[in-house]
């Protein structure tokens, strides 16, 4: 761990005795590294896409979600590391706050990672990630099979900032190829079967309480 607290960026944008997302504990992890995709409904609609790398959640926000078709380019800009709990995260962020709004998890899992160097060696994900290139295959209920990760634009110190873009690796029968990202305001979460407008309703509900 090269940072003294890997989460430091994620706390200090939140209150929580406000907000009912995950502080994140030290120490979690073990097993496959997972994934999940998170819809927010927040100032902007958009899908939040996150990979475990050792302690925390890498995250991108993807406006338009991953497609499960290798001709589209997904624009995803990197946000904060997370906790890794925060794959079980669904619920209202209170308006005002950080990320204020709805969020639903959409599809979760585990994942492979598939890069490797020009002598066919495998390379550390995070190492892969660092240098902007990242290969992985996604084994989701809903999302499956291989996805690439690029770097296109800043990285360096000082740099713009960051966009990466998240393609569908390799094309697959119909049968493999996992489903494509749906309309946000349809999509049903993997663990509850709540719409975002659902989730918001009974959050408001219990904010009445
Ligand atoms: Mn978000």
Redesign the pocket.
Known sequence: MTDKDPLRRYRGKRDFDLTREPRGRPGAGGGDPRFVVQI?D?STM?F?FRLQVGEVLKSW?VPKGPSADPRDKRLAVPTEDHPLEYENFEGVIPEGEY?GGTVIVWDHGTYRPLSHDRRGRPVPFDEALERGHATFCLDGLKLRGEYALTRFRGGKEGGEREAWLLVKAKAESARTAGRAAPDPRRARSVRSGRTLHQVAAEGRGAEER
Do not use: L, Y
Request: glycine share 16%.
């Open positions: 927010h927040a958009h939040d926000s990320g």
